[in-house]
């Protein structure tokens, strides 16, 4: 699902702003906190792509007990 967003311009007398805001959707889905660094990768002129330099650990994967083996023996 896609969030349509606009790219804004703060034109100054000396210098130029853009901006693009995320949805408050994406940023709480993301987990994004305030302050993180991300990074932007152009790809071509139609895709950009947003790069989190710190991600945060995976709620799906699983953290393996220290101790524990991979193989269960019964």
């Keep these: 699902m896609g969030y349509p967003t606009k790219v804004q311009l703060i034109k100054r ?3 130029q702003q853009w901006y693009v ?4 959707q994406v940023a709480q889905a993301m987990d994004f906190v ?8 152009v ?3 139609a895709t950009m ?12 994967k699983k953290k393996r007990r220290q101790g524990s083996s ?5």
């Design 13 to 15: 007398k000396n210098s």
């Design 21 to 24: 805001n995320f949805p408050a």
């Design 34 to 41: 305030r302050g993180e660094v991300v990074e932007w990768h």
């Design 43 to 45: 790809e071509d002129r």
């Design 49 to 60: 792509a947003l790069v989190r330099r710190e991600p945060p650990p995976s709620a799906l």
């Design 70 to 74: 991979k193989s269960w023996k019964g």
